[in-house]
């Protein structure tokens, strides 16, 4: 059974800092691209930030230099390190496995809330 359990989320005021963190289990971890996403109440799904494999990272424009991706394939966790937070950073955070055939499958997290305020 796959599960990805994200936790590390909260309340922080705007320029503070949070980790997020995605465990998963019950897939070769070190074979897929790791995602997170974001949603906000009334609007669409974001893809925030992107790790392969191979370790090369992408990111949403909106948060390139301040979000940062990373992956410990030893302790099969994604990490998304969130820096100068802003209140529209705020949002239901989840991270998604996916891999690189349809037969490897995409799973997703439950989700963990950032909230972004003073």
């Known amino acids: 059974q796959v599960q990805l359990v994200e936790s590390g989320g909260g309340l922080v005021q705007p320029g503070g800092s949070l980790r997020l963190s995605c465990a998963a289990s019950?897939?070769?971890?070190?074979?897929?691209?790791m995602h997170w996403y974001r949603q906000a109440p009334g609007k669409q799904r974001e893809l925030v930030a992107t790790?392969?494999?191979?370790?090369?990272?992408n990111y949403a424009d909106s948060v390139k230099g301040r979000f940062t991706i990373s992956r410990d394939n030893a302790k099969n966790t994604v990490y998304l390190e969130m820096n100068s937070l802003k209140p529209e950073d705020t949002a239901v955070y989840s991270c998604?496995?996916?891999?690189?055939?349809?037969?490897?499958?995409?799973?997703w997290g439950q989700g963990t809330q950032v909230t972004v305020s003073s």
């Open positions: 998604n496995a996916a891999g690189r055939t349809q037969a490897l499958g995409n799973f």
């Open positions: 019950g897939i070769i971890f070190s074979i897929y691209s």
């Open positions: 790790i392969i494999p191979g370790g090369g990272t």
